[in-house]
């Protein structure tokens, strides 16, 4: 079946691992393709107080929305969708989903947490039982099977929030060095800070003026105070075994 979509890189689960992952391969200016389907554990939490960068604490809810927005503002193309089947291909990877769509990506980052029933049609794929299922990889994230990356919880990572999220930029980062894209590192520096040196401004990196630099603070600090600015609405999830609402 000829795929509906296609993009270079398809980040399979929309909890903070994928999320960090596809924030880091959109700003490498790889097509990626975020399909989630379900709810991120991290919503079961009732207040995030070990989340570096909050004092106070956070909570999760707003957490993972301010995580969806600046993967979208990188480009990343976030749908609702469930992965039930992954394939490799000439070019890389076909997977295919519950609602019916066939989607072509050159790399795959699976973080579905506990979720691998879509792997099981690829070989070279090392699935640990663990009581739960979990994938091997190396410390970079990389499967068995080149281009296949898992991320964040799925990877046997220690079963904190910031950890996933830094083992998903580890994965978006190792990605790109994997890629034909050229790269150094996601850094924007003061105007000057390589160039003032004669050096090239490396790939992946920008020089900022003063002017640049304060408008980008002055929206960051707009978008900070709308977003926190009331308490979030939703409630934390219950463990299923203990909702009486269902
Ligand atoms: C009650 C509770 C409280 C917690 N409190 C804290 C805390 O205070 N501090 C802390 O650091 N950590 C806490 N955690 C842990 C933290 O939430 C997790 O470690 C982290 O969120 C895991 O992130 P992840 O991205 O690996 O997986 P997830 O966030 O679970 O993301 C996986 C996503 O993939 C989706 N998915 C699964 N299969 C598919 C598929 N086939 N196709 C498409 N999508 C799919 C899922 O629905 C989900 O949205 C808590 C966890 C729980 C349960």
């Known amino acids: 079946m000829t795929p509906e979509l296609g993009c270079d890189v398809l980040i399979i689960g929309g909890g903070p691992a994928g999320l960090a992952a596809g924030l880091f391969t959109a700003r490498a200016d790889l097509d990626t393709l975020l399909l989630n389907d379900g709810d991120p554990i991290l919503r079961r939490n009732a207040h995030l107080e070990n989340y570096p960068g909050f004092p106070a604490g956070v909570n999760s809810h707003r957490l993972l929305e301010l995580m969806g927005e600046q993967a979208d503002r990188a480009g990343c193309d976030r749908r609702e969708g469930r992965v039930v089947d992954l394939r490799e291909s000439a070019d890389g990877f076909i997977a295919e989903t519950a609602e019916g769509r ?22 070279g794929v090392e699935i640990l039982d663990r009581g739960k299922a979990f994938v091997d990889t190396d410390d970079r994230g990389r499967t068995g099977v080149a281009g296949l990356y898992a991320a964040g919880r799925l990877a ?11 083992h998903g930029a580890t994965v978006g980062v190792t990605l790109i060095e994997d890629s034909d894209v ?3 590192h ?33 929206e960051s600090v707009a978008t900070m105070q709308e977003r926190f600015a009331e308490p979030h609405p939703e409630e934390p999830q219950q463990h299923p075994s203990v909702r009486d609402d269902e």
């Open 182 to 184: 050229d790269f150094y």
């Open 186 to 218: 996601d850094w924007v520096t003061p105007e000057g800070y390589f160039t003032d040196r004669g050096r090239e401004l490396p790939p992946g990196c920008e020089e900022i003026d003063k002017a640049e630099r304060e408008s980008r603070e002055a």
């Open 102 to 123: 066939t989607l072509a990506a050159r790399f795959v980052v699976a973080a579905t947490k506990n979720t691998v029933d879509f792997l099981t049609g690829i070989d």
């Open 156 to 166: 046997a990572q220690p079963h904190q929030a910031i950890i996933v999220a830094g």
